[in-house]
């Protein structure tokens, strides 16, 4: 069956920096586009970064400069490295699959983020 598993999650200082993953099983992880969304009380579900199979990148302006999206394929795990965070960065991090060509996509369960002030 599909999995995606996020981890990294947790509580950081406003400034810090935090490193997720997510590691995928079951879907030909390297033909997949895979990104990070994220969702928080007060906002709309946001794509916050994406990779695609070819390795090209896409950031939501707000964290441009700040978050970092990369993948390894031999481990079938995506990374998204956050850095100078900011309370507004408090969400759940949700890791999401695409295979473009069959119109699939799979979800993970998130990982909390927290960024405190």
């Known amino acids: 069956q599909v999995q995606l598993v996020e981890s990294g999650g947790g509580l950081v200082q406003a400034g810090g920096s935090l490193r997720l993953s997510c590691a995928a099983s079951?879907?030909?992880?390297?033909?997949?586009?895979m990104g990070w969304y994220r969702q928080s009380p007060g906002k709309q579900r946001e794509l916050v970064a994406a990779?695609?199979?070819?390795?090209?990148?896409n950031y939501a302006d707000s964290v441009k400069g700040r978050f970092t999206i990369s993948r390894n394929n031999a481990k079938n795990t995506v990374y998204l490295q956050m850095n100078s965070l900011k309370p507004d960065d408090t969400a759940v991090y949700i890791c999401?699959?695409?295979?473009?060509?069959?119109?699939?996509?799979?979800w993970g369960q998130g990982t909390q983020v927290t960024v405190s002030s």
């Open positions: 999401n699959a695409e295979r473009r060509a069959l119109s699939r996509r799979y």
């Open positions: 079951g879907i030909p992880f390297s033909v997949n586009d």
């Open positions: 990779i695609t199979s070819g390795g090209s990148t």
